[in-house]
């Protein structure tokens, strides 16, 4: 079983940055691979980065690569997303979660445990 508790959201002007911070319960965490979502408000849930076990391998979606950069640090259970660049689309809530897998997955379907979300409002 593996808690997973988000912060760091908030509200931001264009162009400016925030970092998420995902804290995972339990002594198994490098067992997971990490991943992070967001929903906007009447949108399907999105793929935004994920991350293998150890870390040497990460995957993003074309709408965030370049802006945002996933890392984890598997001796503090935690698991990070640094957006810079923000753009107002990225508005949504952001959820991380974890996968029983060695690589990090773009479907939500294959994550196991959900963190509860943190609000990201980016405004223009």
């Known amino acids: 079983q593996v808690q997973l508790v988000e912060s760091g959201g908030g509200l931001v002007q264009a162009g400016g940055s925030l970092r998420l911070s995902c804290a995972a319960s339990?002594?198994?965490?490098?067992?997971?691979?990490m991943g992070w979502f967001r929903q906007a408000p009447g949108k399907e849930r999105q793929f935004v980065a994920s991350?293998?076990?150890?870390?040497?391998?990460?995957r993003y979606a074309d709408s965030v690569k370049g802006r945002f950069t996933i890392s984890r640090d598997n001796a503090k259970n935690t698991c990070s997303l640094q957006m810079n660049s923000l753009k107002p689309e990225d508005t949504a809530v952001y959820y991380c979660?974890?996968?029983?897998?060695?690589?990090?997955?773009?479907?939500?379907?294959?994550?196991?445990?959900w963190g509860q979300g943190t609000q990201v409002t980016v405004s223009s």
């Open positions: 339990g002594r198994t965490f490098s067992r997971y691979s």
């Open positions: 991350i293998s076990r150890s870390g040497s391998s990460t």
């Open positions: 979660a974890a996968a029983s897998t060695q690589s990090g997955s773009y479907y939500g379907d294959d994550y196991d445990y």
